[in-house]
């Protein structure tokens, strides 16, 4: 009897280790990609002519968000995706120590850039198995010079750029970026547990540069210019149904921005295309082939990524996620203006007239709290959980990343981290959208630079420009924010800007 009870005991327990096995097996692994200086039609799926067929596939298997915010800015949109929060310091908690936590092999290749808040034991070498890092802004090819302006890092340790492995040459960082990638899948693959691949590119920030085929391909595209372009991709994001109904064109506007002052005012005004000479257009022509050769080939690489997934019949059993860091970026950082973009001797900067164009239908750009810097596309393909070729129109923001993530891995936040209590989340959880349900939006959502600040609770949406006083938006009737109602509604304006004031301070 005794030993019918032991066996009986030890049946059960190897059925609930299996069980447990089994229930480990199929965790989703997740990859995060998020691209850089982007405007929301930049993309194919969101109504571009740039060739983007890979991120195309993930929507088409997937969900897009019709609105969805970042921070506005590169440093705050990964600091707050990252942590989910909008501001913290000591306690705040990565989304690669969330997935150790959950067991997962943590990867990491491309762009880190933190604000000061972020803890060190945040970055990159401390929380991701595998890790190439490099900080905030460097050139895609090595530059004449021999030396890229910003370092790169393998696991924390410098590496000299001859050291940098890459399978094609010359070397062009969207390329080896992916190369690290796939390596590390590879190993990722070998192993029992799942995987959280980070792949954050630097495409397309400045400086302009890009492979000579890729730049071939558009070359003559952009000679119709901006003007005809606008209403042209306005069109075409209305067909596919991923703008608000009553969503109309902004005017065409120049950066409003007096704090990042050009080297030229023609990257900061609006111009007509028809005022240009035929060789200004051929110039104008070039900068935008460039950028959209940047957008090509990064879209080439993610589509290496989606390929090594598949063969390895690891696909279907991902979570893939996109988005970008914020709006089109108009700031001149021209070191050489007189070299033409493309080359790796070429520091050119996108103007304000084609970030315009990015950023269609929507008004302003990066670092703005207007939606042209703060409006993002995001995609999520999740097979099995996630309806195929549709689209949400609950709002989303990336400090709802981290309360997703703990959701999908079905783990709890931790109560500290290296010692310190961890701050609480200032988001909440997308799954329920994920899974094609109502989510209880929350209170607010905040974007935008301290001088470019968005507030946005409800239908109502606060704004500030250059510092100066808040303009009010109704965004379910106004979504291009056209109409200021900051005199009609000053009761709004004062019970909105008081919230924030309350939210801010507990930051």
């Known amino acids: 009897m005794y030993n019918q009870i032991l066996q009986t005991i030890l049946l059960l327990s190897i059925t609930a280790l299996i069980s447990c096995a089994e229930q ?56 707050t995706m990252l942590t989910g929060l909008y501001k913290g310091g000591e306690g705040a908690v990565h989304l690669a120590q969330l997935t150790a936590e959950a067991g997962y092999y943590n990867i990491m290749s491309g762009k880190e850039h ?39 890092y393998l696991e924390g340790k410098q590496l000299d750029p001859g050291e940098i492995e890459h399978e094609i040459s010359p070397m062009y960082k969207t390329d080896f970026i992916t190369d690290y990638a796939v ?13 959280f691949l980070y792949l954050p590119y630097h495409s397309a920030h400045f400086p302009l540069q890009a492979r000579p085929e890729d ?67 051929d110039s104008m022509d070039l900068e935008m082939a460039v950028f959209a050769a940047m957008i090509d080939r990064m879209d080439q690489n993610i589509g290496r990524v989606l390929g090594k997934l598949e063969s390895e019949g690891k696909l279907d059993n991902t979570i893939i996620m996109f988005l970008i860091d914020n709006g089109s970026c108009p700031y001149q950082t021209n070191k050489i203006p007189d070299v033409q973009p493309g080359p790796a001797n070429s ?36 097979p099995g959980v996630v309806e195929a070729n549709s689209i949400t129109r609950q709002l989303g923001h990336i400090v709802d990343l981290a309360p997703t993530f703990l959701d999908i891995m079905d783990i709890s936040y931790p109560d500290s981290i290296h010692g310190f209590p961890t701050i609480p989340l200032h988001g909440s959880s997308l799954l329920p959208v994920f899974r094609g349900e109502e989510r209880q939006e929350p209170d607010y959502f905040i974007s935008g630079m301290e001088k470019f600040r968005m507030f946005r609770s409800g239908d109502y949406k606060l704004v500030r420009v250059n510092g100066e006083e808040w303009e009010l938006y ?3 009737k106004d979504p291009t924010e056209l109409e200021n109602l900051a005199s009609e509604l000053p009761d709004k304006v004062r019970e909105l800007s008081s919230y924030y004031k309350r939210v801010n301070k507990g930051f």
């Open 474 to 476: 109704n965004m379910k």
């Open 347 to 382: 520091y050119w900067s996108l103007r304000s007239t084609w970030a315009n164009l990015g950023n269609t239908p929507y008004r302003q750009y990066k670092q703005f709290g207007n939606e042209g810097g703060s409006h993002t596309p995001f995609i999520i393909r999740w």
């Open 183 to 195: 390596k590390w899948l590879d190993e990722a693959f070998g192993k029992e547990e799942p995987f």
């Open 114 to 152: 933190f604000d000061p808040w972020v803890p060190d034991y945040c970055k990159a070498e401390n929380v991701f198995d595998h890790s190439l890092t490099f900080w905030a802004t460097t050139e895609y090819f090595l530059p004449p010079s021999g030396n890229f302006s910003r370092p790169f």
């Open 24 to 79: 480990d097996s199929e965790r989703p692994n997740i990859v995060l990609i998020i691209a850089d200086d982007i405007g929301i039609s930049d993309i194919g799926c969101y109504g571009s002519e740039i060739q983007t067929p890979n991120i195309d596939r993930l929507a088409a298997e997937g969900m897009r968000f019709e609105t969805f915010y970042n921070m506005a800015k590169c440093n705050p949109t990964r600091s």
């Open 215 to 281: 730049i071939e391909k558009y070359r003559g595209k952009y000679m119709k210019g901006w003007d005809f372009m606008r209403p042209e991709r306005f069109q075409r994001m209305q067909e596919l149904g991923i703008l608000p109904e009553n969503a109309k064109l902004s005017p065409p506007e120049g950066n409003l921005n007096k704090f990042r002052k050009p080297l030229d005012p023609a990257y900061t005004e609006y111009y007509e295309w028809e005022s240009l000479s035929e060789l200004q257009k």
